[in-house]
Nanobody, 122 residues
Framework: QVQLVESGGGLVQAGGSLRLSCAASGRLSSIINAMGWYRQAPGKQRELVATLTSDGSTNYLDSVKGRFTISRDNNKNTVFLQMNSLKPEDTAVYFC???????????????WGQGTQVTVSS
């Protein structure tokens, strides 16, 4: 229904920046009403990092406010996460997420990318 392909992870020193991208495709990609990023560090639960809804509303994890910015290119159905002033505690696998609302195609659903590793060295 929706395929999510992430890119942009890598290794960076503390204080550095990375930009993650997530491109959505598939039959239901045109009706996605929210996209975002989650992350999961070793031994920890997956947590919401940032979300962006189709009406432009954003939500951020408290610890990334002021450092991370989520944005979307609607024409390309791509969401970005600009991460600045990175800290070692930001190290995790970052997952792209998309949500489709109920439609004539079916019930609401959630989709996930394969994950991209972000490692911040001290």
């Amino acid at each position: 229904q929706v395929q999510l392909v992430e890119s942009g992870g890598g290794l960076v020193q503390a204080g550095g920046s990375l930009r993650l991208s997530c491109a959505a495709s598939g039959r239901l990609s045109s009706i996605i009403n929210a996209m975002g990023w989650y992350r999961q560090a070793p031994g920890k639960q997956r947590e919401l990092v940032a979300t962006l809804t189709s009406d432009g509303s954003t939500n951020y994890l408290d610890s990334v406010k002021g450092r991370f910015t989520i944005s979307r290119d609607n024409n390309k159905n791509t969401v970005f996460l600009q991460m600045n002033s990175l800290k070692p505690e930001d190290t995790a696998v970052y997952f792209c997420h998309a949500h489709s609302p109920p439609s004539h195609y079916g019930p609401p659903d959630d989709y996930w990318g394969q994950g991209t590793q972000v490692t911040v060295s001290s």
